[in-house]
Each structure stands twice: as structure tokens, then as C-alpha cells.
């Protein structure tokens, strides 16, 4: 079972749209970063959030730290091909090591 | 792009051989891991290291072993392969502990025991 579900496991839409990525736990996290990772490369951090309720918005992608600090969302808005990749969600419990997700694979097709 | 580079990218070796997988970093991070991934469990880590010589286990640190005699050096050994042991392994540094800063990633080793 992983400590961090990341829903859904796999989505594919097209160039336009908007989709929403789900992080969820029943732990409470210090922190939780999402990275997003493309076939042959390895994982790069898009953002840490701290904060329970906190936004931040990177261009098009809009991220959010739940209230409770259990649960994370990722939206894209408007999505590019460009945006095609794997996406992980990042949790660190306090006093334990950083745990990942298993991963949404977001496809955009033009 | 942080200065990390894994060798080799990959490698196909035999049930029973021993294996070394070498990381190398040229920003002076303290801190270097190694995780494993596979399909449906995303990134687990298998060692990580703190400084010269200070290693500590991760959640999946069976049948493995690391070691860190230089700064930029973080090296991962697989004793006696096993096909469970096929996988994708990707070297990660940071400057301070996993989840107060960013992990910066290289290219993954992909790792076939046959």
C-alpha cells in the first residue's frame, strides 16, 4: 500500500483541455513537492509546498497543499503537448524520509 | 542542469553477479541517494548518504550496499543480482535532507538481471 495514492494512474487528453491530478494520504506531511519526469530522464522538482491551504501557480499549473496537510492537487490549465510526461508527488512526514507517490502519466495529444 | 552523472545507463547482466553502479556529482552536495523505480511503486529509496563515509538505509535497502568515499562520489552495489533486482535506478542529490530541499536527479541506470 503507498503512503501517497496519486489519482488517476493515467490520463490523456487533448491540447486544451483542463485536468486536475489528485495526492492524497492519511498522514500528515511537513511539506510535499511535485515533480514531473520525462521518458529517459530523471524526476525534476515543478514545486514544494509547506503551508496548510497554500497556492502557487507555476505559468498554467496550479498547485495546492490541503488544509490538513494530507493531500495535494496539481491543475493544468489550458493543457499543451509540452506538459505530456509523469507526474510524482512528494511527501516528507516529520522526522522521516521523503516518500513518493507512484505517478499520474498525463499524455496531451495535439 | 545539476552536474550529476550516472554510469553505466545500462546494463544487462546474469543472475548471481555482482554489479556497481556509479554516481557522480559536481555541485558539493552533502546529501546523495540512490533510488530504485518500478511500474505501479514510483520512487523507493534503497541508501542514502550524508556526508563522507555516513550512509543509512532506505525502505527497500535488502541486497544492497553503497559507499561514499569522495564528496562526489556515490557508488551502489548489488552483491549477487537477482531478477527483482531489474529495474530503473536513478541517482538523486540535494544540499540539506530530502523534503527541506530540492532533489536534483540524473538520467537513471536501467539495470536488466537476466
Known amino acids: 500500500t503507498q503512503l501517497l495514492e496519486q489519482s488517476p494512474q493515467f490520463l490523456s487528453i487533448q491540447e486544451g483541455e483542463n485536468l486536475t491530478v489528485y495526492c492524497n494520504s492519511s498522514?500528515?506531511?511537513?511539506?510535499l513537492q511535485w515533480y514531473r519526469q520525462e521518458p529517459g530522464e530523471g524526476p525534476v522538482l515543478l514545486v514544494t509546498?509547506?503551508?496548510?491551504?497554500e497556492v502557487k501557480k507555476l505559468k498554467r499549473l496550479t498547485f495546492q497543499f490541503g488544509d490538513a496537510r494530507k493531500d495535494s492537487s496539481l491543475h493544468i490549465t489550458a493543457a499543451q503537448p509540452g506538459d505530456t510526461g509523469l507526474y510524482l508527488c512528494?511527501?516528507?512526514?516529520?522526522?522521516?524520509?521523503?516518500?513518493f507517490g507512484a505517478g499520474t502519466i498525463l499524455r496531451v495529444k495535439s | 542542469d545539476a552536474g550529476i552523472t550516472q554510469s553505466p545507463r545500462h546494463k544487462v547482466t546474469e543472475t548471481g553477479t555482482p554489479v556497481t553502479l556509479r554516481c557522480h556529482q559536481t555541485?558539493?552536495?552533502?546529501?546523495m541517494y540512490w533510488y530504485r523505480q518500478d511500474p505501479g511503486h514510483g520512487l523507493r529509496l534503497i541508501h542514502y548518504?550524508?556526508?563522507?563515509?555516513?550512509?543509512d538505509k532506505g525502505e527497500v535497502s535488502d541486497g544492497y550496499s553503497v559507499s561514499r568515499s569522495k564528496t562526489e562520489d556515490f557508488l551502489l552495489t548489488l552483491e549477487s543480482a537477482t531478477s527483482s533486482q531489474t529495474s530503473v535506478y536513478f541517482c538523486?542529490?540535494?544540499?540539506?535532507?530530502?523534503?527541506?530541499?530540492?532533489?536534483?536527479f540524473g538520467n537513471g541506470t536501467r539495470l536488466t538481471v537476466t
Open positions: 548518504s550524508y556526508g563522507v563515509k555516513d550512509t
Open positions: 512528494a511527501g516528507k512526514r516529520y522526522g522521516n524520509k521523503l516518500v
Open positions: 538523486a542529490i540535494s544540499e540539506g535532507p530530502s523534503g527541506n530541499s530540492p532533489l536534483h
Open positions: 509546498v509547506v503551508t496548510g491551504g
Open positions: 498522514s500528515v506531511f511537513s511539506s
Open positions: 555541485e558539493n552536495h552533502r546529501y
